[in-house]
């Protein structure tokens, strides 16, 4: 049964096709994939605030919490052993994405979600019996390859099942699924901080282990992607008969014909890493680079995985920052689903830039109110408390609206299949790098900066909002395998396509 909905994109360029439910159900299962990182980074800054974990774990952290009145609001949690539990993760996905991209280019799409389901289960359930930091350690690291691999491929996944005129809408259900993931960690963190002893911390981790069950149990049912297909040698003819399948109609010779042509050049890449640094690779290059870590630079992070400890610091009970960092997340994965109605019609760059305002606001207003209001010691007062709540709110609605999601779809639908798992593995770990690093530095950077920490991170959206502007292209309604001709077009990028339109037709339109 297929939605009768016709492919007609932007540029003269169009495909043949519907949307089905095959496209639908396989999509909605993929996206699941990012409950795995929702989750994770939802769950880890409430444990983190819990003071039966912290008693266990990290007891220098809790002595100075509570009884050390003359350390400053702002150094609190200053303990790079409780920084190496949230970045270790990180370091342990940004490995494992290298080895996900061979995995996704030779054996595909679905195999590289499987491992992830697989790994982050694991480490899940390591994670809940833990009974010490060398157990707990570990477990972070299985859950970094869980989400390396789930990271890597996911968002390909959904790019190339996609028809070009939905792409952004279903390519968001991924920062959906990240968010939902974690609201729901936030929901559990809520209400097992009540539960007396180890049992609270152990349910909230452990509990990681229901996503990865979801997306193992409907990954096996998961279909290749037909490029997937094609780039492995697969026989074409299958290919073709998915194609139909997923596009709902019998004509899809000219969509397949372009798979072809991509899937023929890619073969001639047999070092795609060291391909991706040619010239012709710039804009690409680049954009692999450049959106992930603007994306981390945000201070998104930041919110995430500290939100219940930056409500501390403000003044909050630990149930009331709990509780703040539910409504949190509620909220901003609220403005998610309301950007992916849009996103296919107002394109990237418009949406790119209200999330930038809306954030260098925001974190313009917090820092100042946190400098004004937020002495060494003492609590800040209700009512400005609450405003940063506020305020933390509405950065994070900007974020989910804009550099959240959509710094998964652009790098997924940018890049020609010949270096697409190269450049989506370098995409994803320059995110974790970045995010390594935030999250090892951060709260030593909030003990020395104070509220010059939210200036900082200020200072880098208005930068990227200036990014965006000048040099990234919009993409909506193009054919992923047609990409090309954004590039060609750009006013500046074009440069580095003149001496490569002869020799390399396949790359034209």
């Known amino acids: 049964m297929a939605v009768a909905v016709a492919i007609n994109t932007s540029e003269g360029l169009q495909y043949n096709g519907k949307i089905t439910w095959l496209v639908t159900l396989s999509c909605i299962i993929a996206a ?33 919490m509570k009884e050390d009145t003359n350390l400053s609001n702002y150094c609190k949690f200053d303990s790079q052993l409780l920084t190496s539990f949230s970045s270790s993760l990180y370091i342990s996905c940004l490995i494992a994405s290298f080895l996900a991209a061979t995995v996704t280019r030779d054996y595909g799409r679905k195999p590289s979600i499987i491992i992830g389901g697989v790994a982050f289960l694991s480490g899940a359930v390591l994670g809940g019996v833990a009974e010490n930091i060398y157990m707990l350690i570990i477990g972070r690291l299985l859950l970094g390859v869980g989400i390396g691999f789930t990271n890597q491929s996911v968002p390909l996944y959904l790019s190339e099942m996609a028809p070009p005129k939905s792409r952004g809408a279903f390519n968001y259900g991924f920062q959906l699924c990240i968010g939902t993931g974690s609201v729901l960690a936030s929901l559990i963190n809520y209400g097992t901080e009540k539960i007396k002893g180890d049992w609270g911390w152990r349910i909230s981790l452990a509990t990681a282990a229901l996503p990865a069950l979801v997306l193992l149990a409907g990954a096996v049912f998961l279909p290749e992607t037909p490029n997937s297909l094609i780039q492995q040698g697969h026989d074409y003819e299958k290919a073709k008969r998915l194609l139909q399948r997923i596009r709902g109609i019998d004509d899809v010779e000219e969509e397949l014909d372009d798979l072809v042509r991509a899937s023929n050049a890619s073969k001639k890449i047999k070092h795609p890493f060291k391909k991706i640094l040619q010239r012709k690779y710039r804009p690409q290059l680049v954009m692999s680079v450049a959106i992930p870590f603007f994306q981390q630079v945000t201070g998104i992070n930041v919110i995430t995985f500290y939100a219940p400890i930056l409500f501390l610091t403000i003044g909050s009970g630990v149930s009331s920052s709990l509780l703040s960092a539910l409504v949190l997340g509620i909220v901003a994965t609220s403005m998610t689903v309301i950007s992916s109605f849009i996103v296919d019609k107002l394109g990237r760059r418009v949406i790119f830039h209200a999330g930038g305002i809306t954030m260098f606001i925001t974190q313009m207003l917090i820092g100042g109110i946190m400098a004004a209001k937020l002495g060494e010691h003492g609590q800040m007062s209700q009512g400005y408390s609450l405003l940063v709540v506020a305020l933390i709110c509405i950065y994070s609605c900007g974020f989910a609206f804009s550099w959240g999601p959509l710094g998964w779809l652009v790098t997924s639908e940018i890049f020609p299949l010949e270096i697409r798992s190269a450049a989506q593995s370098i995409n994803v770990g320059v995110s974790f790098f970045c995010s390594a690093l935030i999250s090892q530095t951060f709260l030593a950077m909030l003990c020395h900066l104070k509220y010059g920490a939210f200036f900082f991170f200020g200072v880098w959206v208005a930068l990227m909002t200036v990014f965006v502007y000048l040099l990234l292209p919009e993409t909506k309604n193009i054919p992923i395998e047609k990409m090309d001709t954004v590039w060609r077009k750009h006013k500046f990028w074009k440069r580095f396509y003149k001496e490569n339109k002869i020799q390399e037709p396949f790359l034209s339109p």
């Not at 990182?37 to 605030?49: A, P, R």
């Not at 039966?52 to 774990?57: A, R, T």
């Open 32 to 64: 699941s994939g990012g409950l795995l990182f929702g989750y994770d980074t939802g769950v880890t800054g409430g444990v983190t605030s819990m003071e039966s974990f912290l008693k266990k774990f990290f007891p220098v952290v809790y002595k100075e």
